[in-house]
């Protein structure tokens, strides 16, 4: 009875062995088409920002007039009119290495401020929707969340409160026009997001 435990034992350690080595290669690959890739991106030179898909912010679309002496109706009034003054670009789901090998190594610092824009920008809708919400203003908050999902934005929350408001108008069969949006979005929320649409439709 030893000598097939023993062949067996010997079997499983050559397999762990080889498999293992297998993982190794791979890893050590990895790292070496990464380093690779961001030798190659951080020697990319400055190229023109002109084409970059901005987003504009339709402040007369927020209903910035309402709650003028809500503190937090306030804070976000002030972020939106701050950022209506500088660049938003959605980059959600992109490397700093490839967009510095498709805008350049020189534009990162520039590349990466507009997509912190855009997600200042995304948090503050959703705060705002959120604070109309509570105040009676439904329609407005709705019109608030239609705009997040237009530019794709991946808070979960934004999707959640607007099938709420969809369900509660009695036109729940506007949820579906969420899914390609939800659907398109580069985001690890993606999946969460689609799930929040099916669960609102049940």
Same mark, same amino acid.
């Given at each position: 009875?030893? !000598?097939?435990? !023993?062949?067996? !034992?010997? @079997?499983?350690?050559?397999?762990?062995? @080889?498999?293992?080595?297998?993982?190794?290669?791979?890893? *050590?690959?990895?790292?070496?088409?990464?380093? *690779?890739?961001?030798?190659?991106?951080?020697?990319?030179?400055?190229? %023109?920002?002109?084409?970059?898909? +901005?987003?504009?912010? %339709?402040?007369?679309?927020?209903?910035?007039?309402?709650?003028?002496?809500?503190?937090?109706?306030?804070?976000?009034? *002030?972020?939106?009119?701050?950022?209506?003054?500088?660049?938003?670009?959605? !980059?959600?789901?992109?490397?700093?290495?490839?967009?510095?090998?498709?805008?350049?190594? %020189?534009? @990162?610092?520039? =590349?990466?401020?507009?997509?912190?824009?855009?997600?200042?920008?995304?948090?503050?809708?959703?705060?705002?929707?959120?604070?109309?919400?509570?105040?009676?203003?439904?329609?407005?908050?709705?019109?608030?969340?239609? +705009?997040?999902?237009? @530019?794709?934005?991946?808070?979960?929350?934004?999707?959640?409160? =607007?099938?709420?408001?969809?369900?509660?108008?009695?036109?729940?069969?506007?949820?579906?026009?969420?899914?390609?949006?939800?659907?398109?979005?580069?985001?690890? =929320?993606?999946?969460?997001?689609?799930?929040?649409?099916?669960?609102?439709?049940?």
């Amino acid at each position: 009875m030893k !000598f097939p435990l !023993f062949a067996s !034992f010997l @079997i499983f350690t050559v397999w762990f062995t @080889i498999n293992l080595a297998r993982t190794n290669r791979k890893e *050590e690959d990895m790292k070496r088409a990464f380093w *690779e890739k961001e030798r190659r991106a951080n020697n990319t030179r400055r190229k %023109p920002l002109d084409n970059l898909p +901005y987003i504009e912010i %339709p402040l007369e679309r927020l209903s910035m007039q309402l709650l003028p002496e809500d503190p937090k109706a306030m804070d976000c009034k *002030e972020i939106f009119r701050s950022l209506s003054e500088d660049k938003i670009v959605n !980059f959600t789901g992109i490397t700093n290495t490839d967009l510095k090998l498709q805008y350049g190594a %020189p534009n @990162i610092d520039l =590349l990466t401020r507009y997509d912190q824009n855009f997600t200042v920008l995304v948090r503050t809708l959703q705060k705002w929707a959120s604070c109309l919400y509570e105040n009676g203003y439904a329609k407005e908050a709705c019109e608030v969340l239609e +705009y997040a999902v237009s @530019i794709r934005s991946d808070v979960s929350a934004s999707y959640k409160l =607007l099938c709420r408001i969809y369900r509660e108008n009695k036109t729940p069969e506007k949820i579906q026009a969420l899914y390609p949006a939800a659907e398109s979005l580069n985001s690890i =929320l993606k999946n969460a997001i689609v799930r929040i649409l099916q669960e609102a439709e049940s």
